[in-house]
């Protein structure tokens, strides 16, 4: 387990960032709590759980699935990366 740094604005600053409760989850990712379930469930997303088991998950992981969902299936960043749709010269 990470080492507490400290606690700021009720949510708990770890070692590598923030982690969110499921409820701060579903609001930063606009979705409802069935869906982050889901998510959980396929393995998309895979949360800290406390000692008395409940949810926590990290912000930098909510920001990369975030970033990986906007690019799409089979796209690379702006970071010289191939885009995998196919050009729309005529």
């Known amino acids: 387990m990470q080492e507490i740094m400290g606690e700021t604005d009720g949510r708990v600053r770890y070692q590598r960032g923030y982690l969110l409760t ?3 989850t579903v ?31 990290d912000k930098a992981m909510l ?7 906007r690019r799409g299936p089979g796209r690379r960043s702006n970071d010289g990366g191939v885009d995998s749709r196919k050009s729309s010269s005529a």
């Open 22 to 24: 499921a409820r701060e």
């Open 63 to 69: 920001d990369e699935y975030l970033e990986t969902t």
């Open 27 to 57: 609001d930063y990712l606009n979705i409802s709590l069935s869906t982050l379930n889901r998510m959980e469930k396929q393995g998309m997303l895979i949360p800290f759980r406390t000692p008395g088991g409940h949810r926590r998950y």
